[in-house]
């Protein structure tokens, strides 16, 4: 497993317990795989090593849960987000492989609990409710997803001010998930961010991950419904800190 991995055995055995977790919160959550395992491995891997690895799970898990919503959803904002976010993820990634890896897990470590903090206060961006907005939240997912893997806690903040009906918003958000893997995966090809070893990485992850979505989809509770994404965020808060922290101690 290891030697597939290209990773240390800790390290190797590590990633397929995170992916598993991740998966099994995606699974009951409906969010949060990328964010909670980049935050988990940002320190042993760096984040852009770890960013296309992402879009093997990422695909897998949104093709396992598609709930379909073509015709609810609103097909202008879903094609504007898929075209600004195509434009951002190169820049985004262009950045993390210019700059020192300490530097690069910082970024992402500091973006995903600054955007986790935004979701927990139920942060309001009105802006993002305009037509100009939607192109501005694709391009900043984009970019953020070039950063840290994380771009959907962005797209977030944008459907929580966007007040759509529930059915049109998950149609919407299907749509711009599956255009966006099909926009990345030419994007990491073209970057040269998606080498062999990251698809050998993200096909054997798959697995653990599918694993933990199957697993959470099973364990999900209407009830509890409501405590999952503060629980989720929480979670995410003290992983990205404790990376954080370990940075830190590093470099002392």
Known sequence: MADLLALPPATA???????????A???????????????????????????????????????LLMKGGWQDADRTAAATLVVASGIGLPLGLLV?????????KTIALSLLIALAVAQLARLRLPVLATRAGTGAAGFGAGIITGLAGAGGLFIALYAMVRDLPART???TLNIYMLGAGAVGIVTHLAVGTMTGTAATRGLILVVPTLAGVVLGR??????FERYYK??????????????????AWEAA
């Open 13 to 23: 055995w590590l990633a397929v317990a995170v992916c598993f977790a991740a998966g």
């Open 96 to 104: 993390s492989l210019s700059i020192d890896a300490t530097v690069s």
């Open 230 to 247: 503060p629980a989720c965020l929480t979670l995410l808060i003290g992983l990205a800190g404790a990376g954080l922290a370990r940075l």
């Open 169 to 171: 918003m998950r149609g």
């Open 25 to 63: 919160i995606r699974g009951f959550a409906g969010f949060g795989l990328s964010a909670l395992a980049m935050a988990a491995l940002a320190t042993l891997v760096p984040p852009v090593e770890l960013i296309p690895v992402f879009w093997f799970l990422e695909m897998s898990a949104s093709l």
């Open 218 to 223: 099973a364990l999900f509770t209407p009830r």
